[in-house]
């Protein structure tokens, strides 16, 4: 709401050397503080299909919690979120060689659009014993109280060792309230 008697009259006009001061609307929504939050794996962890990543590091977090079960981040203000997570896949000749590490993310124990979140790779030489960074990105909707899980939808397969790198990490950014 304008406070000045020019700005309120009837008139459209306001001259650019007229002093005007804006005051806050009852209607005006509060600014909510930032949420986000960051976590991480630093260890080498074998993931059975269906199995979400453990994190065993946070980074800064505000408003994102790590349940105790170390798996399930939950949000606790619902919004529209942006979320990346980087993971190191290990293509190994162990058992029978993985030939595919497929990953996605699941929100309340339901699997985000496939099309959305599903990333991974694929290694068509089996004897060969290498480790590949699979990366996603997508912005989604997640209610109020909402877990997070970054889960393997594909077979078993290892991270890397996260002794000089990072086996794994997740980010979460609030990027809109509902």
Known sequence: ICSCERCQSSL?????????????NAQTPAVSPSTYGNFFQTNFITLAT???MPWNGMGETAGITLDPDTVTIRVTQGG????DYHVNGNFSPFGTGN???VTALFV???E???IQTRYGALNTEVDRYECVPITGGTIVFIPDNGEVQLRNIG???RTCDGGIVLAASINLIKVSTP
């Open 155 to 157: 077979p078993d397969f």
């Open 50 to 52: 269906n199995q979400p």
């Open 80 to 83: 529209a979120y942006y979320i």
């Open 12 to 24: 459209p006009v306001i001259k650019a050397i007229d002093i005007c001061h804006i005051t806050p």
């Open 112 to 114: 985000v659009n496939p």
């Open 108 to 110: 309340n124990n339901a």
């Open 99 to 101: 030939v595919t590490i």
